[in-house]
């Protein structure tokens, strides 16, 4: 206790030591347990945030144009196949977020896109995997990326509807790790009285936590994992022309990505950083690259990232170790107030700490750029209306013939 009690003095988190004097033996016990295990390291950067924008040589990078897929689909499809077909493909799909953009609590995969029945988020990415299966005449072992704060209600519904059809003997759930939150100034956020205001790390720890979970060793034939964002209803999971492709390449990696549609789109762009590849965000693009044609007449930065990766799994053991850079992002988070009152609040009220799934494309070392079609593959839910929401995307639904 003591040396908590130290420590909370040194960090500059002194408002904690009044309610750790106001708590019952059993809470405060629990509270020093999380105090005990912050990373207080990754805390100070709120003050003094690592240096991400330090960008090195930032080049084009070469990738493979929707007709040079074309002219080899049939070649990449055969190899995609046997991939999955001799069990070396899995797919991970990242639902550990929180979705506050969205502004439901529940699990986002859980939230009905229907319009005369219900079509849920899950339901439609299971149904695009289940497309894949019947070609391949095989199941594709599913890793469910959920988080502490949606791991009971996400298991809970894929039981409630029988796994949409999946079989529940290819699909592993596990959870990511959560990270501490704080407010403008620095001091940690409570969301009960005996209780630090936790939020899911960031989808960067994805692999460290399906390796913590060690459910990849169901599936030993494993060498790929294809990694997907829940929120695209589009999404194309554990495509084999897409694998085919990729493993074809030779590299560690490969990117699913849509052309650019103006020079200005706010979209993560892959490209070369001092030979790796790498993704940059669009303001770290000058007006001159962002508007730089290349060879092809196209351009020259125009491979927009929609989170969908091929990841080789001993590249992965590999890099296992490196560090990935922390985030630091403005959220709403939910709060105890001076009070103790909870508070939801409408405007972004302080700092989470998360890590990103684009930065481990540079540790991969090498990574296969794979366009695809917008309209056919990328629909996005990230907010209630407008922009990349339930509407934009029922609309792209329906072109591709989805009943709703
Ligand atoms: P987003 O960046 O859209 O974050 O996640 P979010 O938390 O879902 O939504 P907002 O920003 O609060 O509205 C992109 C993908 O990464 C997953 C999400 O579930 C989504 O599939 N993700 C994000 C995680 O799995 N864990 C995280 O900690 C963050």
Not at 290 to 315: C, M, R
Not at 340 to 358: A, C, D, H, R, S
């Amino acid at each position: 206790m003591k040396d908590i009690i130290e420590k909370l003095k040194n960090e500059g988190q002194e408002h904690l030591l009044p309610i750790l004097n106001d708590l019952s033996e059993e809470d405060r016990n629990y509270l020093v347990s999380q105090l005990k295990s912050i990373d207080w390291n990754s805390l100070k950067l709120w003050k003094n945030p690592e240096d991400l924008s330090g960008k090195g040589k930032v080049q084009p990078i070469k990738g493979l144009s929707l007709n040079d897929i074309q002219n080899q689909s049939d070649m990449y499809m055969q190899i995609g196949k046997e991939a999955i077909k001799n069990g070396k493909v899995g797919a991970v799909l990242l639902a550990g977020g929180q979705g506050t953009r969205l502004g439901s609590d529940a699990p986002k995969g859980t939230y009905d896109i229907g319009l005369t029945k219900p079509l849920y988020i899950f339901e439609q990415l299971i149904s695009n995997l289940l497309n894949v299966c019947k070609k391949c005449d095989t199941f594709v072992p599913l890793f469910i990326m959920t988080s502490e704060k949606n791991d009971k209600d996400t298991k809970d519904f894929f039981e409630q509807h029988n796994y949409f059809g999946y079989p529940k003997s290819h699909v592993r759930f596990f959870v990511q790790e959560m990270a501490p939150s704080v407010d403008f100034n620095g001091k940690l956020l409570l969301e009960e009285k005996a209780k630090l205001a936790l939020s899911p790390n960031g989808n960067g720890g994805w692999y460290s936590s399906l390796e913590n979970a060690d459910v990849l060793k169901d599936f030993p034939e494993l060498e790929w994992l294809n990694v997907f964002a829940v929120d695209n209803v589009l999404q194309r999971i554990a495509d084999p022309i897409f694998i085919g492709a990729t493993i074809a390449s030779g590299l560690n990696s490969g990117a699913k990505v849509v052309r650019k549609c103006s020079p200005s789109e706010r979209v993560g762009v892959l490209c070369l950083e001092d030979g790796l590849p790498s993704v940059i965000e669009y303001y770290e693009l000058t007006d001159e690259m962002a508007n730089q044609i290349g060879d092809d007449g196209n351009l020259a930065y125009s491979f927009g990232v929609i989170l969908n990766y091929l990841f080789n799994l001993p590249k992965l053991r590999e890099i296992a170790s490196e560090r990935i850079p922390v985030h630091i992002v403005k959220k709403k988070i939910p709060h105890l107030d001076d009070n103790g009152n909870l508070v939801k609040p409408e405007q972004e009220n302080g700092y989470k700490f998360e890590t990103l799934i684009l930065d481990m494309i540079k540790l991969m070392g090498s990574c296969l750029p794979f366009e695809v079609e917008r309209e056919k593959e990328f629909a996005p839910i990230k907010n209630k209306t407008g922009v990349d929401s339930v509407e934009s995307a029922r609309e792209l639904l329906k072109k591709n013939g989805i009943n709703l």
